[in-house]
């Protein structure tokens, strides 16, 4: 295995090549990073964060959800398990529900690390999960895709690949993510083996594995410890993974069973409510919170129960809905102030924290699709997130992923990655020696300074058109979306796949064969 982990070929040299192909265009991308260069490095902040909640409304929601877990309780369905496993830590178990003594939760949680690193196979991607660090992830679920012909359609295993390797190409895009589609043209119980060897095979980041039953959580260790050995997996965390409560106050049989792999294995579970305010938590922040509050206590401390010191991080998903017509709404300031407030109660637990992305309800990468992700992108990174899930390609409230917006949303991120470095307070930021030299009244433009830093000085977007209104006529008239098409279109010619020891890509294909080959197609 180790001769795996001994690679010298950067992610990003697979997209150089083909470069002088796109004539203008692709020599404007070079220059703006915005192209398949170099992978740049997960985000250390240097920014502060922004809380919303004092002193006294962080002890009141906790209160509040303290009251929740021990008056109301929290269903954990279809597990005798986790039933029996709550009895023995000293919870009141009826039912299905569990009523939680005031304080069994976070002392059980005291054992969670605050920090870890979520190992890529190539060691360089490797990254940081918790303290200042933010790490983007590709959009997650969607059953169809928009794809780069306008067409709206179900998403297929090839959709699946192309949205791994752009992934891997994105120079701001920290992991491959996970189901960063679904590809309907495999069986149900067998499209997970195809999901997780496709983010081994076609990018070298990290990775997320499957949820969808307990059986396909242990095909993705199986196939993780193919990759890097028995021992490193069960000491190391190498995939990371979605459980989501079944909002309000219900955590399912196959949630559960999924959590109980991946903790029984030393890797990460993001315990995460779902929460469509409104219908499925109260229609109030402070409300929201708490019920979130709750819902995390109980399945990240449940984590615990099966193996110490497993890694878990606190998560939400909240959006607002339309009172009007039920649908969900992105990028309005209820589900803003959720994520800064839940922030906020997670840095009290000690556990990393995930929420937002590039959220919005269009249906095409319009502007109303921009202003809702920059809305909760931006919140994102201000309220101090360390995993960000959807933080490219969504569209149509989760429903879409879109090739366009992806293009689009990497381009966003990379500008969060230079909004996080914060102020250059060194020698060379404070440009006093620029200042003398320009003196009143002249202008920076040939100064040596200025000369010495002009490519690197600001953010240059890739697919933003700042020319003249004659140029821009001159080339076309393109929207944002025909050039995002475009270069999605060059991104993918010039993909070249990250280098895999073949006696692992073997075994992994053998491994999917046999399990394949030892059940019947389901096809729900």
Same mark, same amino acid.
């Given at each position: ?7 010298? =070929? ?22 703006? #990073? ?23 409304? $962080? ?16 269903? %954990?369905?279809?597990? !005798?398990?986790?039933?029996? @496993? ?5 919870? &009141? ?6 009523? /939680? ?5 976070? =002392? ?7 920090? /870890?690193?979520?190992? +890529? ?22 059953? %169809?895709?928009? !794809? ?14 192309? *949205? ?75 995939? @990371? ?9 219900? %955590? ?46 109980? #399945? +990240?401390? %449940? ?10 991080? *606190? ?14 709404? /992105? ?5 803003? @102030? ?22 919005? #309800? ?43 917006? *992806?293009?689009?949303?990497? !381009? ?16 060379? #930021? ?38 003249? /209104? ?25 993909? =070249?796949?990250?280098? $895999? ?19 019947? &197609?389901?096809?729900?």
């Amino acid at each position: 295995m180790d001769d795996l982990n001994q690679q010298t =070929e950067p992610a990003g040299g697979a997209g150089r090549r083909g470069r002088g192909e796109r004539g203008a265009a692709g020599r404007r991308a070079a220059r703006a #990073g915005g192209g398949p260069g170099p992978s740049l490095p997960y985000i250390t902040r240097r920014i502060g964060v922004y809380d919303v909640l004092d002193e006294e409304g $962080l002890q009141l929601i906790e209160r509040n959800a303290d009251t929740i877990l021990e008056e109301i309780g929290i269903e %954990f369905r279809d597990d !005798d398990e986790a039933l029996d @496993l709550w009895r023995q830590a000293g919870a &009141d178990v009826q039912g299905h529900r569990v009523h /939680f003594p005031k304080g069994l939760c976070r =002392e059980l949680l005291k054992t969670a690390p605050k920090e /870890f690193t979520w190992h +890529a196979r190539n060691p360089a991607r490797s990254v940081q999960i918790g303290g200042d660090a933010t790490v983007f992830a590709p959009v997650y679920g969607p059953p %169809f895709v928009r !794809d780069l012909d306008g067409k709206r359609r179900y998403a297929t295993i090839e959709d699946f690949c192309n *949205f791994v390797k752009l992934s891997y190409m994105a120079p701001s895009m920290h992991s491959s993510g996970g189901t960063v589609c679904e590809p309907v043209d495999i069986p149900v119980n067998k499209r997970h083996l195809d999901m997780v060897y496709s983010h081994i095979r076609y990018s070298d980041k990290p990775f997320m594995g499957s949820v969808t039953a307990p059986e396909r959580a242990e095909d993705t260790v199986a196939m993780a410890k193919i990759v890097f050995g028995d021992e490193f997996v069960e000491n190391n965390c190498v995939t @990371l993974n979605l459980i989501n409560a079944n909002s309000p106050m219900v %955590f399912d049989g196959t949630m559960l069973g999924a959590l109980k792999v991946y903790a029984r294995h030393n890797q990460a579970s993001v315990v995460s409510p779902f929460i469509l305010s409104g219908a499925m938590s109260p229609v109030t922040v402070a409300g929201t919170l708490t019920q979130i509050l709750a819902e995390v206590l109980a #399945g +990240a401390s %449940f984590s615990q129960l099966i193996r110490k010191g497993s890694p878990v991080l *606190f998560g939400t998903f909240a959006a607002s809905i339309s009172m009007q017509s039920g649908a969900p709404t /992105f990028g309005t300031p209820e589900p803003s @102030l959720v994520s800064y407030g839940a922030a906020q109660l997670a840095r009290r637990l000690g556990l990393p924290f995930r929420t937002g992305g590039s959220l919005c #309800g269009s249906k095409v990468p319009d502007a109303q699709a921009a202003h809702e992700s920059s809305n909760t992108l931006n919140t994102t990174l201000l309220a101090g997130t360390n995993f960000v899930l959807h933080a490219a390609g969504w569209l149509e409230g989760g429903l879409v992923s879109s090739y366009e917006k *992806f293009m689009i949303d990497q !381009d966003q991120l990379g500008m969060m990655q230079k909004m996080a470095q914060g102020i250059d307070l060194s020698e060379e #930021g404070q440009a006093l020696s620029a200042i003398r030299e320009v003196g009143p009244g002249s202008h920076y433009l040939g100064c040596t300074h200025t000369q010495a830093h002009f490519q690197s000085a600001f953010y240059r977007s890739a697919l933003a058109d700042n020319n003249s /209104f004659e140029q821009w006529e001159i080339e076309g008239e393109k929207r944002i979306e025909q050039r995002a098409n475009a270069l999605c279109r060059a991104w993918l010619d010039s993909y =070249e796949a990250p280098p $895999l020891d073949p006696a692992i890509d073997e075994a992994l294909l053998a491994f999917i064969k046999d399990r394949k080959d030892s059940m019947p &197609d389901a096809f729900t």
